[in-house]
């Protein structure tokens, strides 16, 4: 079976594409809005009504698990593993039905199939429904980081926002790390959980309750949502310093002879507020006064193609650790998660403390941002040569052929790998290594019979799982024929968890300049532009950053596939990836991309000392006293008094 043609896979491209698209589209379309006019509503509100779009998206992911079933395939896993003893010789082909029951040799398995069109079309509707329950996800993403940012520093002291945006931070990226054990122990679970078929969970024919972790936390964020219906537009602690930085300039006023009084101040605040309410044309100034800010510019280019390099990686990162180093679907959500969390925890505190308390310079977090960025490229490159050796497949894999021992079984294209007897080789499928056998009544099958493989021993009795009297092997078909057992041999690799520190560690370093990263974007712009900084921000990367990136990283992967999924004439999933092709993909192509992105550090180093990270310029301001300047109305609105904020 050869490597899959541009046209036969376009389909099931274009399926995936689709499905995911509606996140991306529904931030390009209204980030920028929701980041500009939601800034000036009741901010905790619109929050609370994100966190229930993000809830209507689990729920309405999960719609087609109930509407569609389980699924054809699963179904036929089922019936075909939970049976007893199979004896499938030439003269009893009315034992395999419809292509349900394991496939052996003389089995005559035949695949029935519908018509391809009907096929297609069976996809349409859960396709819709995937579409529409990632749009409600990408609303709940415009609205959390553009208004969701600028009321957490809008409702803390300037010098101690590090500090808070890092807890934030921290919380934000438990979420992906939750969801990936949540994700980990839902697919460690057969996807009926009715049902338990005699498959390990390493078998790539095992499919997990996929849809179970939707419910759990579409339940969760409707109860954490409606707790952001209860918050003020302002926290009193914000209030309170609006007052004191009202009072603290009417006396200085009146120290220096005039007598305006606290009246005045507190209307020409009102005032500002007043004449700065959203409007189309306010829009356009503002988007001008973006697009000619170089340091913002810098961090938008450095964002969309470090989004580029680290979406397309994470999104096949699980597939990676598979196929790399045997790992099931479970397990690979499981160690992702562990060491996102393990890392993030302990960059990110380290990197919000050293700014809340140690206060380094704008050019010195920003070259230490770069140095990062650098850090991280050095990082994918040295992953590249960690891994596991190429797993070779005895069957019609990569332009071989199949076995003469099994010339004449009649196997057909179906991937069901099969470890030999001795612990090393792996057969296509059982057919191919001539089995006439399956014991379907123990975990995993058992096949014998089997005329590739040469009977040096009898079979240990701790490969089944029930006791040996009810697992006894049928006798031979002929002298010297050998047996095996469902799914990959063990694999002697143990470069895994090398290959785990040396992530930890990147990540951990990357996580401390994360903290510093979003204060030099957030003090790059206005306090009135940043809502819309942030929701145009997430309109950049959502077009050009993740919408492309798993396009462009999925095609590239793709061209490692030995073997792809066939089902009546549609291709679908890649069954088995060229290791070491693999490997030096999924870390070359973020290397060059990261390396890409040093050049918006370089712009952002450049321009960064201009910049006022921690409110200290504020003190050494002089207020215009002439009446109705508008510097002085600027001035009292956008610049807070941290010393009266001082949490001691």
């Not at 003469?404 to 296509?428: L, N």
């Not at 490997?583 to 890409?596: E, K, N, S």
């Given at each position: 079976?050869?490597?899959?043609?541009?046209?036969?896979?376009?389909?099931?491209?274009?399926?995936?594409?689709?499905?995911?698209?509606?996140?991306?589209?529904?931030?390009?379309?209204?980030?920028?809005?929701?980041?500009?006019?939601?800034?000036?509503?009741?901010?905790?509100?619109?929050?609370?009504?994100?966190?229930?779009?993000?809830?209507?998206?689990?729920?309405?992911?999960?719609?087609?698990?109930?509407?569609?079933?389980?699924?054809?395939?699963?179904?036929?896993?089922?019936?075909?593993t939970s049976g007893g003893l199979k004896s499938l010789l030439s003269n009893a082909t009315n034992a395999m039905t419809k292509g349900k029951e394991v496939e052996v040799c003389f089995s005559d398995a035949k695949e029935s199939c519908e018509d391809e069109d009907s096929i297609l079309g069976s996809y349409t509707g859960p396709v819709i429904l995937f579409f529409v329950s990632q749009f409600f996800v990408g609303i709940a993403i415009s609205l959390f980081y553009s208004i969701g940012i600028t009321y957490l520093d809008d409702n803390v002291s300037k010098k101690t926002y590090p500090i808070y945006y890092s807890l934030a931070l921290l919380l934000r990226i438990l979420?992906?790390?939750?969801?990936?054990?949540?994700?980990?122990?839902?697919?460690?679970?057969?996807?009926?959980?009715?049902?338990?078929?005699?498959?390990?969970?390493?078998?790539?024919?095992?499919?997990?309750?996929?849809?179970?972790?939707?419910?759990?936390?579409?339940?969760?964020?409707?109860?954490?949502?409606?707790?952001?219906?209860?918050?003020?537009?302002?926290?009193?602690?914000?209030?309170?310093?609006?007052?004191?930085?009202?009072?603290?300039?009417?006396?200085?006023?009146?120290?220096?002879?005039?007598?305006?009084?606290?009246?005045?101040?507190?209307?020409?605040?009102?005032?500002?507020?007043?004449?700065?309410?959203?409007?189309?044309?306010?829009?356009?100034?503002?988007?001008?006064?973006?697009?000619?800010?170089?340091?913002?510019?810098?961090?938008?280019?450095?964002?969309?193609?470090?989004?580029?390099?680290?979406?397309?990686?994470?999104?096949?990162?699980?597939?990676?650790?598979?196929?790399?180093?045997?790992?099931?679907?479970?397990?690979?959500?499981?160690?992702?998660?562990?060491?996102?969390?393990?890392?993030?925890?302990?960059?990110?505190?380290?990197?919000?403390?050293?700014?809340?308390?140690?206060?380094?310079?704008?050019?010195?977090?920003?070259?230490?941002?770069?140095?990062?960025?650098?850090?991280?490229?050095?990082?994918?490159?040295?992953?590249?040569?960690?891994?596991?050796?190429?797993?070779?497949?005895?069957?019609?894999?990569?332009?071989?052929?199949?076995?003469?021992?099994?010339?004449?079984?009649?196997?057909?294209?179906?991937?069901?790998?099969?470890?030999?007897?001795?612990?090393?080789?792996?057969?296509y499928s059982a057919c191919y290594a001539g089995c006439t056998h399956a014991n379907t009544s123990v975990s995993p099958i058992v096949f014998s019979g089997c005329k590739c493989i040469s009977n040096t021993s009898t079979p240990p009795s701790d490969i089944f799982t029930t006791p040996p009297a009810s697992t006894t092997l049928p006798p031979e078909t002929g002298d010297g024929f050998g047996y095996g057992t469902s799914g990959y041999c063990p694999e002697p690799c143990d470069t895994f968890f090398y290959y785990l520190i040396i992530q930890i560690i990147i990540k951990t370093v990357s996580s401390t300049s994360r903290a510093g990263s979003s204060l030099l974007h957030?003090?790059?712009?206005?306090?009135?532009?940043?809502?819309?900084?942030?929701?145009?921000?997430?309109?950049?990367?959502?077009?050009?950053?993740?919408?492309?990136?798993?396009?462009?990283?999925?095609?590239?992967?793709?061209?490692?596939?030995?073997?792809?999924?066939?089902?009546?004439?549609?291709?679908?999933?890649?069954?088995?990836?060229?290791?070491?092709?693999?490997?030096?993909?999924?870390?070359?192509?973020?290397?060059?991309?990261?390396?890409?992105?040093?050049?918006?550090?370089?712009?952002?180093?450049?321009?960064?000392?201009?910049?006022?990270?921690?409110?200290?310029?504020?003190?050494?301001?002089?207020?215009?006293?002439?009446?109705?300047?508008?510097?002085?109305?600027?001035?009292?609105?956008?610049?807070?008094?941290?010393?009266?904020?001082?949490?001691?």
């Amino acid at each position: 079976m050869g490597p899959l043609t541009g046209g036969e896979h376009r389909y099931h491209t274009v399926r995936t594409g689709t499905m995911l698209a509606g996140n991306d589209i529904s931030q390009v379309i209204l980030a920028i809005l929701l980041g500009y006019y939601g800034n000036y509503g009741h901010r905790p509100q619109w929050l609370g009504f994100g966190m229930l779009c993000a809830a209507a998206s689990c729920f309405t992911a999960a719609i087609p698990h109930f509407v569609y079933g389980p699924g054809q395939d699963a179904i036929d896993i089922v019936e075909s593993t939970s049976g007893g003893l199979k004896s499938l010789l030439s003269n009893a082909t009315n034992a395999m039905t419809k292509g349900k029951e394991v496939e052996v040799c003389f089995s005559d398995a035949k695949e029935s199939c519908e018509d391809e069109d009907s096929i297609l079309g069976s996809y349409t509707g859960p396709v819709i429904l995937f579409f529409v329950s990632q749009f409600f996800v990408g609303i709940a993403i415009s609205l959390f980081y553009s208004i969701g940012i600028t009321y957490l520093d809008d409702n803390v002291s300037k010098k101690t926002y590090p500090i808070y945006y890092s807890l934030a931070l921290l919380l934000r990226i438990l979420g992906p790390v939750l969801g990936f054990l949540i994700g980990g122990k839902c697919l460690s679970m057969w996807i009926d959980p009715s049902e338990s078929p005699n498959l390990t969970r390493k078998d790539p024919r095992w499919l997990g309750a996929w849809w179970l972790g939707y419910l759990f936390i579409g339940c969760c964020l409707v109860l954490v949502g409606s707790l952001f219906f209860l918050f003020p537009r302002k926290l009193p602690s914000t209030l309170t310093r609006v007052a004191k930085r009202v009072v603290r300039q009417a006396n200085k006023d009146e120290k220096e002879g005039s007598k305006r009084g606290v009246e005045y101040f507190a209307s020409l605040a009102k005032t500002k507020k007043q004449h700065d309410k959203p409007s189309l044309p306010n829009l356009m100034k503002a988007l001008k006064r973006l697009f000619t800010n170089k340091v913002w510019m810098g961090y938008v280019f450095n964002t969309i193609f470090a989004v580029l390099a680290f979406s397309g990686y994470w999104n096949f990162k699980p597939k990676y650790l598979e196929n790399q180093f045997r790992k099931s679907a479970a397990e690979a959500s499981y160690y992702t998660g562990m060491a996102s969390f393990t890392s993030v925890v302990l960059g990110t505190g380290l990197g919000g403390a050293v700014l809340r308390w140690i206060r380094p310079r704008p050019r010195f977090v920003a070259g230490y941002v770069l140095f990062v960025t650098l850090f991280q490229a050095a990082g994918f490159i040295s992953l590249m040569f960690i891994g596991c050796s190429r797993l070779d497949v005895v069957g019609p894999v990569d332009g071989s052929g199949r076995p003469d021992c099994s010339a004449d079984c009649g196997c057909s294209d179906k991937f069901a790998p099969m470890c030999s007897q001795d612990q090393t080789t792996v057969f296509y499928s059982a057919c191919y290594a001539g089995c006439t056998h399956a014991n379907t009544s123990v975990s995993p099958i058992v096949f014998s019979g089997c005329k590739c493989i040469s009977n040096t021993s009898t079979p240990p009795s701790d490969i089944f799982t029930t006791p040996p009297a009810s697992t006894t092997l049928p006798p031979e078909t002929g002298d010297g024929f050998g047996y095996g057992t469902s799914g990959y041999c063990p694999e002697p690799c143990d470069t895994f968890f090398y290959y785990l520190i040396i992530q930890i560690i990147i990540k951990t370093v990357s996580s401390t300049s994360r903290a510093g990263s979003s204060l030099l974007h957030i003090r790059s712009v206005a306090d009135e532009d940043k809502g819309l900084a942030l929701g145009a921000l997430t309109v950049f990367i959502s077009f050009f950053g993740f919408i492309p990136a798993p396009i462009i990283m999925g095609a590239i992967i793709d061209s490692s596939c030995l073997l792809w999924e066939k089902s009546c004439g549609i291709f679908g999933n890649c069954w088995l990836y060229d290791s070491d092709k693999f490997r030096i993909i999924i870390h070359l192509v973020p290397a060059a991309l990261t390396l890409v992105s040093v050049i918006g550090d370089i712009v952002v180093f450049c321009y960064s000392h201009q910049l006022d990270l921690y409110g200290e310029q504020e003190e050494d301001i002089e207020m215009d006293t002439a009446e109705g300047k508008t510097e002085e109305s600027k001035l009292l609105s956008t610049h807070e008094d941290e010393d009266s904020d001082d949490p001691k």
